[in-house]
């Protein structure tokens, strides 16, 4: 299952992920979006992507030990950015 696979990869359950990560991560996304509500939605996405795709994040990349909070930030990032580009483009 995508649990298994996740404590496999990251050495910690996805529960223990999100109390570590959830703060800092809304901290990250509301300089981005400036919006409590709005950088809650983005980070609870965050981490519905992070179980769905836990397959993309890859341990070693390059050699190097990637670090799942790497992963977990760039997807946050992506998402955030997806949000702020489609807002630009509803109508006033």
């Known amino acids: 299952s995508n649990y298994q696979e996740f404590l496999q990869k990251t050495g910690m359950s996805f529960e223990q992920a999100y109390k570590k990560y959830y703060n800092a991560l ?4 509301f300089l981005r979006v400036k919006d409590q509500e709005i950088a809650s939605d983005i980070v609870s996405e965050t981490f519905v992507k ?19 909070s790497t992963w977990l930030w760039s997807v946050a990032k992506n998402n955030a950015r ?4 489609q807002t630009k483009k509803r109508p006033m």
Not at 26 to 29: A, G, L, P, S
Not at 54 to 66: C, D, G, L, P, T
């Open 82 to 85: 997806e949000h702020i580009k």
């Open 50 to 68: 992070a179980i769905t795709n836990i397959s993309q994040y890859n341990v070693y990349e390059n050699e190097n030990k990637a670090l799942f």
């Open 26 to 29: 809304h901290r990250f996304i």
